[in-house]
């Protein structure tokens, strides 16, 4: 038996595990860990500027590709608690990381000894197993079942958190016999198919609501067969935008109070039957007028998790199943139905849904200055491909560049659906260009957001991870001022301020450019909008010279107010701009409009 510290059978245990990057910050409770890192070998660290940061970009680096999980660290007070929003992300989204923390001394911890603190039970309800180690021998096992557990079930993260004495203690531990833990995912029956189809036959109007779950599952292959076969439109979830191209003749659009396609709510509401899979019915998508989402259809809802099955409301038929053992068993059962002649034919339904994806369009091609948003994401469209990864997080900007980008592959569209934290969308992207070097990487935020955690832009200068960075900015926190609306008020959103160094910026006060340009990257400034296709090109160019960010600043006007439900009701949907009444005004639509 080899022995060396519990921190150096840790690292070990990682590699075994498939680990090849880590984020984090070190600190002195932690340095144990740090030595073992080094020592070990194997894992690429990138030091980040804030620990928060570390978190979403270790979250970042797992969205990207099929089992990856990400790795932040850092001690477990400050350093911990600034991890628990990346934690509260990823639980949310059911995204596997491994927050591990350096603790001050055992026979301390109750001590009020310098930055220590209960971290294991600040972020249990934000993780699958939060554990602080007190014996250096139960490391290795704690190790195992943290995979164990993130890969199990309905995926999530856990956090370790390590006594520094702990970390220190020489144990016995034997690498090359240590081997992973058996994963654990529920798998829907044959019965439960058959049964769940019999709905989807007796409908007229089926649809399929395609959730996140599919995914994390990497079932999209699955989800595209199962639906060709049965003739069934998809409409994928915000989370599970990607599974079937944008221009697959079977997508219907998404649908939702603020991320959606008109299109995407007219063929919905025209359904009589959806079966939901790997899906969470989150309010943004549902609404909160569920009897408007329920009314005159009904539902089967297949997901990893037993309690999510009725959470947000009883289905006529609930199926415990991981996404893809549950898509195999449809696509099997559905092949032998197509062969006995019992599918029926769904041509006039389909053809129905593309007919309103032709017609039901909003409005993207504006020549005003400053800008319209709307243009940005039209002209974002021209520039940047099918294998683009967007990366964004919440806002005005996130939810225009939901209905207006397009999403060709899964895992392109890499969003914080559940938390939308401001800030995360820079480290994120990071950790995307990390997990995928070779696939261009576009950032989306608005100035709030970009503002948050800029400094993590140093951190891609610093380790050459380059993206492009799209930053639209009215000096507003848009999308609060467009909540406060129905409040009658407007009141500490707006951010704009004379910028005494760059008076040339009128009243949008930060002047991005010099402050990227400063943290090591590249910027370009944009004030009309014919402007943008160049300027997007040049960022291209610059980022594969320089091998840093580069930023595009989309100056726009202060205020527009982008289609949402002021109901929460997704019937109910207030279009605040002019409609495409003619193709020229919507030129990147996945359908030329039809007058």
Not at 74 to 89: H, V
Not at 327 to 349: H, I, M, S, Y
């Amino acid at each position: 038996m080899a022995r060396m510290t519990a921190a150096r059978a840790a690292v070990e245990i990682l590699k075994r595990e498939g680990v090849t990057d880590a984020f984090g910050v070190p600190g002195a409770a932690i340095n144990p860990f740090y030595k073992a890192l080094k020592e070990g070998g194997g894992i690429n660290h990138t030091l980040a500027r804030h620990v928060e940061g570390a978190s979403h970009m270790a979250e970042g680096y797992t969205r990207t590709k099929p089992g990856n999980i990400g790795v932040c660290i850092g001690t477990s007070g400050p350093a911990g608690t600034d991890m628990i929003t990346g934690l509260y992300s990823a639980i949310g989204d059911s995204i596997p990381i491994l927050c591990i923390t350096g603790q001050a001394p055992t026979h301390v911890i109750h001590k009020e000894d310098f930055q220590a603190v209960d971290i294991a039970s600040i972020a249990k309800p934000v993780t699958k197993m939060a554990v602080t180690v007190l014996e250096a021998a139960q490391v290795p096992g704690v190790f195992q079942q943290a995979f164990h557990l993130m890969r199990s079930g309905r995926p999530g993260p856990v956090l370790i958190d390590l006594p520094i004495d702990v970390q220190l203690t020489e144990i016995e531990f034997d690498p090359e016999t240590y081997e992973p833990l058996p994963v654990y995912k529920p798998t829907a029956t044959r019965a439960q198919i058959e049964k769940a189809l019999t709905f989807l036959l007796e409908s007229e109007r089926p649809v399929i609501v395609a959730g996140g779950g599919i995914i994390g599952a990497d079932a999209s292959d699955l989800l595209v067969e199962f639906a060709e076969l049965t003739q069934t439109p998809v409409v994928p979830t915000l989370m599970g935008w990607g599974a079937l191209p944008d221009d697959h003749e079977l997508n219907a659009g998404m649908v939702g109070v603020q991320t959606s396609h008109r299109y995407g709510n007219a063929n919905f509401l025209e359904s009589d039957f959806v079966l939901g899979i790997g899906n969470r019915w989150a309010n943004r998508h549902t609404g909160y007028k569920l009897d408007v989402y329920r009314q005159g259809r009904k539902f089967v809802h297949v997901d990893i998790e037993p309690t999510q099955i009725g959470k947000i409301f009883p289905p006529d038929y609930g199926v415990v199943s991981d996404a893809k053992a549950a898509l195999e068993l449809f696509v099997e059962v559905a092949k032998e139905l197509k062969a006995a002649g019992k599918l029926p034919d769904r041509g006039a339904w389909v053809a129905s849904t593309q007919e309103r994806k032709a017609t039901l369009l909003r409005r993207t091609h504006f020549d005003n200055v400053p800008m319209k948003p709307q243009r940005v994401y039209e002209e974002m469209n021209k520039a940047f491909g099918p294998d683009t990864r967007y990366v964004t997080t919440i806002g005005l900007s996130q939810i225009a560049g939901a209905q207006m980008l397009h999403v060709y592959k899964p895992r392109h569209w890499i969003n914080c659906g559940q938390a939308g934290p401001l800030g995360w969308t820079i480290p994120a992207a990071i950790g995307v260009a990390k997990a995928d070097p070779d696939s261009p990487v576009v950032a989306l935020s608005g100035d709030y957001d970009f503002q948050f955690l800029i400094e993590e832009l140093a951190v891609a200068a610093q380790h050459k991870i380059p993206y492009v960075h799209v930053l639209v900015n009215n000096a507003y926190l848009g999308l609060i001022r467009q909540a406060q609306i129905g409040l009658d008020i407007n009141f500490q959103v707006n951010l704009e301020f004379e910028n005494i160094n760059t008076p040339e910026l009128g009243v949008y006060g930060v002047d991005h450019v010099k402050v990227a340009e400063g943290l090591g990257c590249k910027a370009i400034r944009v004030t009309e909008p014919d402007q943008l296709g160049a300027a997007f090109e040049q960022a291209k160019k610059l980022a594969a010279e320089y091998r840093v960010p580069v930023v595009v600043e989309a100056i726009l006007e202060r205020i527009t107010n982008i289609s949402m439900s002021r109901t929460m009701d997704i019937s109910d949907i207030s279009e605040f701009e002019d409609l495409a009444t003619e193709p020229g005004h919507a030129p990147t639509s996945i359908k030329t409009l039809k007058v």
